[in-house]
């Protein structure tokens, strides 16, 4: 297996646009997460996916965030409109229940 | 929620020296993950390790959930041991992983 892909691995922008950031998950993983990293807050979890479906999303910041799974092997993460307080690593990471997990090489997000 | 403390904060080796890294957490859990962030951001996954020892080269971890601890074992460090070493924790009834701060790990040569 390829492990879990993201794109795009860097995107730089400029304020007020819209962001979106994808994610294929290790196939027969059942779960999976959004994590963000700053140098200020270090990893923290955004939301996470069970079987497709959203199981918690209290991590998102605020509105402008939103993520989807409209399938097993397929997420997406967008920001819109993006700031520049958005600018950080963004993880995409899949797992089995009570197995390991494992994470993408992330995106790293520029907002100017 | 869980707290995940991980000590020490830096840690700067020769190489070739052994370390220890510890990872401390506040409630039972059912998954423990050490994972190695390289130098160019990839989060590497080390072990999973909610509970007993294991070994992998000159890395090695062990877990005591009761005692709410663990460690992970770096031998015969070498430079490309470099990097910010991370645990992070499951506790039951909820599947996402708490991160702990990082132990920021430099070898040198």
């Known amino acids: 297996d390829a492990g879990v892909i993201q794109s795009p691995r860097h995107e730089v922008t400029e304020m007020g646009q819209e962001v979106t950031l994808r994610c294929k998950p290790i196939?027969?993983?059942?779960?999976l997460f959004w994590y963000r990293q700053t140098m200020m807050r270090g990893l923290e979890l955004l939301i996470y996916f069970n079987n497709n479906v959203p199981i918690d999303d209290s991590g998102m910041p605020e509105d402008r965030f939103s993520a989807k799974m409209p399938n097993a092997s397929f997420s997406t993460l967008k920001i819109q409109p993006s700031e520049p307080r958005d600018s950080a690593v963004y993880f995409c990471a899949s797992s089995l229940a009570f197995g390991g997990w494992d994470f993408g090489p992330g995106t790293r997000l520029l907002v100017l | 929620g869980i707290q995940v403390e991980q000590s020490p904060p830096d840690l700067i080796l020769q190489e070739g020296a052994n370390s220890t890294l510890r990872c401390n957490f506040s409630?039972?859990?059912?998954?423990l993950q050490w994972f190695h962030q390289n130098p160019w951001g990839q989060l590497i996954n080390l072990f999973y390790i909610p509970s007993g020892t294991k070994q992998n080269g000159r890395l090695s971890a062990t877990t005591v959930a009761t005692e709410r601890y663990s460690l992970l074992y770096i031998s015969s460090s070498q430079t490309t041991d470099s990097g910010v070493y991370f645990c992070a924790v499951e506790d039951f009834g909820n599947e996402k992983l708490t991160f702990g701060t990082g132990t920021r790990l430099t070898i040198i040569p």
């Open positions: 409630d039972s859990v059912n998954n």
């Open positions: 196939s027969g993983h059942d779960y």
